[in-house]
Nanobody, 127 residues
């Protein structure tokens, strides 16, 4: 059974740095590529970053360039999203997801391509 479990969210002050973790079990990280999404209340879930097989390349949405860093530790079967200089507008629920790397030619924002999702971790940033 595949499970993705996010952690690392919380309530922080603006300017802080958080590292979100996504621990996976039962997932072949060789054939699946990990991504991070976020969702604001009442809005669609949006892709932030994707890390491709072998961690040789990454994708960042425009909204994530500069302050967001995706990484992966295959030995620990964990993906990470580091967010620096947090702003109140980063307040959202953050999700990790996995899709087959065979889909890497497809746009990274196609949520239906992602077969597995975590339950989400809430990040709240106060000014």
């Amino acid at each position: 059974q595949v499970q993705l479990v996010e952690s690392g969210g919380g309530s922080v002050q603006a300017g802080s740095t958080l590292r979100l973790s996504c621990a996976t079990t039962g997932l072949s990280e060789v054939s699946n590529c990990m991504a991070w999404f976020r969702q604001f209340p009442g809005k669609e879930r949006e892709v932030l970053a994707v890390i491709y097989a072998g961690r040789r390349s990454t994708y960042y949405a425009e909204s994530a360039k500069g302050r967001f860093t995706i990484s992966q530790d295959q030995a620990r079967q964990t993906a990470y999203l580091r967010i620096s200089s947090l702003k109140p507008e980063d307040t959202a629920t953050y999700y990790c997801a996995a899709r087959p790397c065979l889909y890497s030619y497809r746009p990274p924002n196609l949520k239906d391509d992602y077969r597995y999702w975590g339950q989400g971790t809430q990040v709240t940033v106060s000014s």
